[in-house]
């Protein structure tokens, strides 16, 4: 059974850091494409970025890119995002998910992740 168990989040003052964690099991991180999403108060789930399983290259929305960062321990097999200068519009519930390798123009579709994990709150606050 394939799972995705999401972690690290947690209230930081602005222009702090934070690292979340997702943990896979039942399948290969190195056969899918691993997406973050989030989801503000009111507001619409959107995409924070997407590393892909063939290229191994993340792809990043603009309004994290620079701030954020990603990593994995394939080990482990967990997939970190790294959140750095954050500011009070990143507070969301953040979301990983994998999907089987969809195309570039498709990443930031919540459709072309299959699997998704609980989520996790990250307050940016002071």
């Known amino acids: 059974r394939c799972r995705l168990q999401a972690s690290g989040g947690g209230l930081v003052q602005p222009g702090g850091s934070l690292r979340l964690s997702c943990a896979a099991s039942?399948?290969?991180?190195?056969?899918?494409?691993i997406g973050w999403f989030r989801q503000a108060p009111g507001k619409k789930r959107e995409w924070v970025s997407s590393?892909?399983?063939?290229?191994?290259?993340?792809y990043w929305a603009d309004s994290v890119k620079g701030r954020f960062a990603d990593s994995r321990d394939n080990a482990k097999k967990v997939v970190y995002l790294q959140m750095n200068s954050l500011k009070p519009e990143d507070t969301a519930v953040y979301y990983c998910?994998?999907?089987?390798?969809?195309?570039?123009?498709?990443?930031?579709?919540?459709?072309?992740?299959?699997?998704w994990g609980n989520g996790t709150l990250v307050t940016v606050s002071s």
């Open positions: 998910a994998a999907g089987p390798r969809p195309i570039l123009s498709a990443l930031h579709l919540m459709a072309s992740y299959s699997y």
């Open positions: 590393r892909r399983s063939g290229d191994g290259r993340t």
């Open positions: 039942g399948f290969s991180l190195d056969r899918y494409t």
